[in-house]
Antibody, heavy 117, light 107 residues
């Protein structure tokens, strides 16, 4: 059974940093495309970043230069380092796996990030 | 590139729901659809315009032509009430885009 468990969310002040982690079971992270997708409470879905199985990474314009996605093959995890956080970064952050690069097959339960003073 | 979805669609049980996703020449792209029920993570219901993942009922079908992609839900049930999002990969920008979502209400 495929599971993606995201942890690391919490309350952080504007300008602060937070690191989200996604523990994956049921497949090897090196073999799939792993993304972070966020959703502000009551709002729609927004893609944040993706780590290709081949190693390439991509970011949404709204987070490029502030967020960094990384992969730890030894622990089968993917992380999202979030720096210079803004109020508008507040959202549930879903860790998502894809068989292909175009869409999202497997969704975790999400972790809530709240950026507020 | 912008994906446009109507905010809401209402349908009676047993009827057919037609949910649209508009975009410039979207028929040339692969569109994917997700169902999200309250308090839950989204679930992929259609990939590449027409493919239904394992476990998704045959009542769910998709099409894509011209400037509109469509998710059709036949014989709608109360359990289909959810927000539905369309999504595609924009190869020109390497961005993954979502529509704003359509809330399906079963009357």
């Amino acid at each position: 059974e495929v599971q993606l468990v995201a942890t690391g969310g919490g309350l952080i002040q504007p300008g602060g940093s937070l690191r989200l982690s996604c523990a994956v079971s049921g497949f090897i992270v090196n073999d799939k495309y792993i993304s972070w997708v966020r959703q502000a409470p009551g709002k729609g879905l927004e893609w944040v970043s993706i780590f290709y199985s081949g190693g390439a990474t991509y970011y949404a314009d709204s987070v490029r230069g502030r967020f960094t996605i990384s992969r730890d093959s030894s622990n089968n995890t993917v992380s999202l380092q979030m720096n210079s956080l803004r109020v508008e970064d507040s959202a549930f952050y879903y860790c998502v796996g894809g068989e292909g690069s175009s869409y999202f097959d497997y969704w975790g339960q999400g972790t809530l990030v709240t950026v507020s003073s | 590139y912008v994906l446009t979805q109507p905010p809401s669609v209402s349908v009676a049980p047993g009827q057919t729901a037609i949910l649209t996703c508009g975009g410039s020449n979207i028929g040339a792209r692969g569109v994917h659809w997700y169902q999200q029920k309250p308090g839950q993570a989204p679930v992929l219901v259609i990939s590449y315009n027409i493919d239904r993942p394992s476990g998704i009922p045959e009542r769910f079908s998709g099409s894509n032509s011209g400037n509109t992609a469509t998710l059709t839900i036949s014989r709608v049930e109360a359990g289909d009430e959810a927000v539905y999002y369309c999504q595609l990969w924009d190869r020109h920008t390497d961005h993954w885009l979502f529509g704003g979502g359509t809330k399906l209400t079963v009357l």
